[in-house]
Structures are given as structure tokens and as C-alpha cells.
């Protein structure tokens, strides 16, 4: 019987994403049979895995679930929060299936963030090698310099590495008050944040209103919905250019 990836069985089973089952494979988390697996070990469906000393069990013919929420403002990305914060999915009900966010936003910011059960399709969203695009309205303050703008185009260092290029449109302008379009293509921690941050901007409001091709559109905060086959599709798409 053909084996598979460790990671791979972990993210069908619907306990994470692909990728935060590599970290949990690197951090001595997984066992197979007992044993501590390494990231490229392969494991058959008949061998036991566990992880934190939990067994999982593959979820056969599982219902695929995509699912895009308008977070609002307060809550944390995370599926369960040791400080006893609101959590985004404390506003997913009645679904089907066990979901699981794709990236995240932090707490004070809000907007489109996905939820799938496909760790496939999750980790291909947020591996940097497709360079799927994230577009935030950004309010900032106090104003914004031609020299401002162009940094934050051309990219600029935070956390000791340079960011990719960014497309910054100004939506609005008014006294001590800016509206920007900020698109980029990483998902760097707190990227936006800190791209503002480094060049004297004070972010007071921050909200993602697209990824790739998908848009938020008139969803309220708080509310949910599945992604339509044609919104899939779309993202299929842009995934595959740029791999």
C-alpha cells in the first residue's frame, strides 16, 4: 500500500494545515507507532499517528468546506486561545465540517479570512512560492509624503528582511487622516503594520478585502458564507499561474 506524507495525513484528518503540521512534526509533537516522526517521513493508512500523544483518524470522504468570514475587529485567529479571547471561530456555527483558518489577522485588524477542511488547498494559499496576492484598506495618520509612498512600493526592511513589492494607492486624503490600498504578496506577520510603522505611519484602521481574485465584498462583520464554485475556481486559477 502506498504510503503518504505525515503532514499530508494530519491536514486530511482536519486537525490543521499542512503547514502547521509540519511545525508540529519539527517541534517532536508527532508520533508513528509510537516513534517520533521527522518532516519527510511517510507513514501508511494503517500505521497509528498522534499527535501531543492524541491519536487522529483520517476523515474518509470527508465534505470539503471553504468558507470566507468578515472578521470583525477583537477576536484572534486561532481555533482556541489560552487567554480566554474571542476567537474567529466562535463565529462559525452549525457547519458540517470541522474547519480551520487559512493565514491569519491580528486581532485589532478585520475582513476577508478564509476557513477550509482542505489542508491542499490551505497550504497553497499561503505558500510564498504562488504569490497569491492579500489587498488591505489601510487607514493611516497622520499624512503620507510622495517619499513614504514610494518606500513602502519599492519594499522595506522589517524584522532584518526586505519586503517584495507592494502597489499603494491613495482612496482618500484628509487632514490628519489617509485611506490607502496597500497590495502585497507575502504573508509576513503584522507585514502591513510594520511596513507603515517603519515609515513614520501610525495604522489605525486595517482590513483585507481581497485575496487573489476573491473579494469581500458586502458581507458584514461576523458573517460567513461558503466560498461559490466559480470563486473556487477563480482561485484554482490564479494558484496555478503563479506556481
Request: glycine share 8%.
Amino acid at each position: 500500500m502506498e504510503k503518504i506524507r505525515i503532514q499530508k495525513i494530519i491536514a486530511d484528518s482536519g486537525l490543521c494545515s499542512r503547514r502547521k503540521a509540519e511545525e508540529l512534526i519539527s517541534r517532536g509533537k508527532v508520533t508513528v507507532n509510537g516513534r517520533p516522526c521527522s518532516l519527510g517521513d511517510k507513514a501508511a493508512p494503517s500505521d497509528l499517528i498522534a499527535v501531543d500523544g492524541k491519536n487522529i483518524t483520517a476523515q474518509k470522504k470527508k465534505k470539503l468546506c471553504y468558507i470566507m468570514l468578515n472578521k470583525p475587529r477583537g477576536y484572534v485567529t486561532t481555533m482556541k486561545d489560552e487567554l480566554d479571547r474571542r476567537c474567529v471561530t466562535d463565529l462559525l456555527k452549525d457547519l458540517p465540517e470541522r474547519v480551520y483558518p487559512v493565514g491569519r489577522l491580528d486581532r485589532n485588524s478585520e475582513g476577508l479570512l478564509l476557513f477550509t477542511n482542505d489542508g491542499g488547498f490551505a497550504n497553497d494559499i499561503m505558500h510564498p512560492s504562488r504569490h497569491i496576492s492579500k489587498t488591505y484598506r489601510v487607514t493611516v495618520r497622520p499624512d503620507i509624503s510622495d517619499e513614504q509612498l514610494t518606500r513602502l512600493t519599492e519594499g522595506i526592511v522589517i524584522d532584518g528582511r526586505k519586503t517584495g513589492e507592494c502597489s499603494v494607492l491613495v482612496l482618500d486624503k484628509q487632514p490628519g487622516r489617509v485611506v490607502l490600498q496597500m497590495t502585497i504578496h507575502e504573508g509576513r506577520n503584522r507585514q502591513i503594520r510594520k511596513m507603515c510603522e517603519a515609515v513614520g505611519l501610525e495604522v489605525a484602521r486595517l482590513k483585507r478585502t481581497a485575496i487573489g481574485p476573491l473579494r469581500l465584498g458586502m458581507l458584514k462583520p461576523g458573517a460567513y458564507r461558503e466560498l461559490t464554485s466559480d470563486e473556487l475556481r477563480a482561485l484554482r486559477n490564479a494558484m496555478q499561474k503563479r506556481a
